[in-house]
T-cell receptor, first 112, second 112 residues
Framework: DTEVTQTPKHLVMGMTNKKSLKCEQH?????MYWYKQKAKKPPELMFV???????INESVPSRFSPECPNSSLLNLHLHALQPEDSALYLC???????????FGSGTRLTVV | QKEVEQDPGPLSVPEGAIVSLNCTYS??????FMWYRQYSRKGPELLMY????GNKEDGRFTAQVDKSSKYISLFIRDSQPSDSATYLC????????????FGTGTRLLVSP
């Protein structure tokens, strides 16, 4: 099983809403990532978790809050987002210190 | 200067052509170089990764890295319409933390 599962696939939320994106993998990978991808742009790294500890936060606004409850799950909590936060949010996982990251299909987020 | 540079294209070729996709990078800390394929509205899919200078072949795909000139290439032989996608090169550094940096992606169109 080389699958990274992301839910929901689509999400529309208002600027005052609180929502969460979920990511799950069962490959035994100990590194998990959140990326943000705008249309016709490459993915941009947001957060990296290594062994369930946050190891990289790429100066992401606090309205995005990551959480890694266990080695298989990764959440991204969203609060008070802006319309410019509308994008495809991608989760990925990899073995620790190995670059073969597997990506999920993403959550397409629209902030209205 | 961007850490990984890539021509956005689009690159249009007829079916059966040999395709050459290229990137340059500026960060000498990159240890691995990856090629991802991304279809519309999907997450990136890892095609290949290389660690050192030289060639790596997998089926119709050949990845080439020249660290002396900081140049990365992907060759696709006998291109098919199903190869039409955006191809992203990326550099990966593993010096105490893990970071995958993508180029802008090249859109490839293979016509029947």
């Amino acid at each position: 099983d080389t699958e990274v599962t992301q839910t929901p696939k689509h999400l529309v939320m208002g600027m005052t809403n609180k929502k969460s994106l979920k990511c799950e993998q069962h490959m035994g990978h100990r590194a998990m990532y959140w990326y943000k991808q705008k249309a016709k742009k490459p993915p941009e790294l947001m957060f990296v978790y290594s062994y369930e500890k946050l190891s990289i936060n790429e100066s992401v606004p606090s309205r995005f809050s990551p959480e890694c409850p266990n080695s298989s799950l990764l959440n991204l909590h969203l609060h008070a987002l802006q319309p410019e936060d509308s994008a495809l949010y991608l989760c990925a996982s990899s073995q620790d210190r190995v670059p073969n990251a597997y990506f999920g299909s993403g959550t397409r987020l629209t902030v209205v | 200067q961007k850490e990984v540079e890539q021509d956005p294209g689009p690159l249009s070729v007829p079916e059966g052509a040999i395709v050459s996709l290229n990137c340059t990078y500026s960060n000498s800390a990159f240890q691995y170089f990856m090629w991802y394929r991304q279809y519309s509205r999907k997450g990136p899919e890892l095609l290949m990764y290389t660690y050192s200078s030289g060639n790596k072949e997998d089926g119709r795909f050949t990845a080439q890295v020249d660290k002396s000139s900081k140049y990365i290439s992907l060759f696709i032989r006998d291109s098919q319409p199903s190869d039409s996608a955006t191809y992203l090169c990326a550099g990966f550094m593993n010096t105490g933390f893990q970071k995958l940096v993508f180029g802008t992606g090249t859109r490839l169109l293979v016509s029947p």
